[in-house]
């Protein structure tokens, strides 16, 4: 469930149950939701984001954060694929709890890239959910919220 989640302010500060609640539950946002991960201290250290954009106004974010082993992901593609289901995951508990739908960004390339040979069944798994679903250059979550957030 959403609200057992740790999640945290950009400050770092614990959000409160009643506040994720509330975010949630505001129609005058659209909720976005990506991963990230980068290697730190030799684990792979995950990051989640929900962002909520008030349109022309600006918008707020909470993260998650956890660790897996090294060797729980010793390819490329085992990763991006860790990233995607943690994204669904966290939208599809949005949509089961509280009836909204975000986007869900990906942190992949249509350039080439290493991730860019990703694109295409990543896409279509979030597709495959429901959740309309953005890549670089427009996956903006994942490719600087939960970025910044997994370092």
């Not at 949005?94 to 739908?101: A, N, Q, S, T």
């Given at each position: 469930m959403l609200s057992t989640r740790k999640w945290r302010w950009p400050s770092g500060e614990m959000a409160r149950t009643e506040d994720v609640e509330s975010l949630m539950k505001d129609n005058n946002v659209q909720l976005f939701v990506g991963s990230d991960s980068h290697m730190l201290g030799g684990q792979w250290v995950f990051a989640t984001v929900i962002a909520a954009y008030y349109p022309g106004k600006g918008g707020r974010f909470l993260y998650v954060r956890d660790q897996a082993k090294k060797s729980d992901f010793r390819h490329l593609q085992q990763r991006l694929t860790e990233e995607a289901v943690r994204s669904v995951t966290i939208?599809?508990?949005?949509?089961?709890?509280?009836?909204?739908?975000p986007e869900v960004h990906l942190d992949l390339n249509t350039a080439v890239h290493k991730s860019s040979k990703y694109v295409k069944e990543l896409t279509a798994m979030v597709g495959a959910y429901g959740?309309?679903?953005?890549?670089?250059?427009?996956?903006?979550?994942?490719?600087?919220l939960a970025d910044k957030s997994a370092r």
């Open positions: 939208a599809n508990e949005i949509r089961d709890e509280f009836g909204r739908d959740f309309k679903c953005q890549v670089k250059p427009d996956s903006w979550v994942s490719s600087t």
